[in-house]
T-cell receptor, first 113, second 114 residues
């Protein structure tokens, strides 16, 4: 079964600084998607960024970018110029041909002013 | 487009009671998903619908759980004879076929079974 591991239960960053959240996954599939979702205290999961495994180029969405290392099965999220509104739980997720998303346990990000 | 809405936001019930949650997806989305999230964990897949057809169910979905999406629009999730282990947040999400897994989530229903 596919698994997603987030090894950092908590991370903190100073406002305007850069932080990287780690994620590794296990799969025998070659074609899949990877995601980072943000869950603020309001509880609503919000898609931050998506990576398709067949694309070698790392996805970028404004201040958010990923480092996708397919051979190492690693998918880290970099947040640049951190803002107070970035404080939330961040979940890494995997999806292959199934419609099922498999989530990691999450990383709680604190942004210090 | 008001996003995915879920009702109620909180539900407190006694063990053994039945509860029902409702999810209204984004109107043009044909796929609808239910996930369960317990404290300190990521969401776990329960089931999903494409239009009114329930296409996949997790083994987590015991026979006390039933989900419906009668007209391919809103969905309900019913839990019969609730147990304390059912206490969790129940998340609904929707998406369009072909969107590559881009799910839009609601704010969830927090269930507490006493």
């Amino acid at each position: 079964a596919q698994t997603v591991t987030q090894s950092q239960p908590e991370m903190s960053v100073q406002e305007a600084e850069t932080v990287t959240l780690s994620c590794t996954y296990d799969t025998s599939e070659s074609d899949y998607y990877l995601f980072w979702y943000k869950q603020p205290p309001s509880r609503q999961m919000i898609l931050v960024i998506r990576q398709e495994a067949y694309k070698q180029q790392n996805a970028t969405e404004n201040r958010f970018s990923v480092n996708f290392q397919k051979a190492a099965k690693s998918f880290s999220l970099k947040i640049s110029d951190s803002q107070l509104g970035d404080a939330a739980m961040y979940f890494c997720a995997y999806r292959d041909g199934s419609e099922k998303l498999v989530f990691g346990k999450g990383t709680k990000l604190t942004v210090n002013p | 487009d008001t996003g995915v809405s879920q009702d109620p936001r909180h539900k407190i019930t006694k063990r053994g009671q039945n509860v029902t949650f409702r999810c209204d997806p984004i109107s043009e989305h044909n796929r609808l998903y239910w996930y369960r999230q317990t404290l300190g964990q990521g969401p776990e897949f329960l089931t999903y619908f494409q239009n009114e057809a329930q296409l996949e169910k997790s083994r987590l979905l015991s026979d006390r759980f039933s989900a419906e999406r009668p007209k391919g629009s809103f969905s309900t999730l019913e839990i019969q004879r609730t147990e304390q282990g059912d206490s969790a947040m129940y998340l609904c999400a929707s998406s369009l076929v072909g969107s590559g897994g881009k799910l839009f989530f609601g704010s969830g229903t927090q269930l507490s079974v006493l």
